[in-house]
């Protein structure tokens, strides 16, 4: 497993098709059923950055509410810190494969309570409590090269990190 610090892109040139879905996504964002929909119409063909041994953050959208879509790109073995997410996170796996390792904080610490596979056209999405950014806590290790699609209702980054 590698934990690493991975790179934030911006500026990613998509096509148009692409680009007028974007902000159904984020209009979206209570809805899983609608995500999941508009998910599966996400042609991930675009050459998003490679990181060795990491993975590469790639910024599509990001609106005035500060809601963000993101495409995660991971080279196998790759794994993020321990996390907490924003009020709505959707996760959903273009290509390869995600483990995702599920944790609880507990007066003890935190304690794993759940481990996911996810292949492509699976996903995740939780709802938590709004202006907590300690939802949904998780680490995420590709278990191979892989591509995944992320919607918050907010900067991903201010997700409290654990480890
Ligand atoms: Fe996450």
Known sequence: MNTCKAETHTAID????????????????????????????????????????????????????????????????????????????????????????QYQETDQGLVLTDTLVKSKGQHVYAAGIAGHYDNAIHRVTALSPSLSLHVYSDDALKGKAFS
């Open 14 to 101: 998509l096509p148009e098709d692409l680009l007028a879905l974007l902000p159904e996504f984020t209009a979206s964002l209570t809805d899983e059923a609608r995500l999941l929909s508009l998910a599966a119409r996400f042609r991930p063909e675009h050459n998003f950055p490679y990181a060795p041994h990491c993975y590469s953050r790639s910024i599509l959208l990001r609106d005035d509410s500060g809601a963000e879509i993101m495409v995660a790109r991971w080279d196998q073995g790759a794994t993020t810190p321990i996390h907490g997410h924003p009020q709505f996170a959707f996760v959903y796996v273009l290509n390869g494969q995600l483990q995702m390792e």
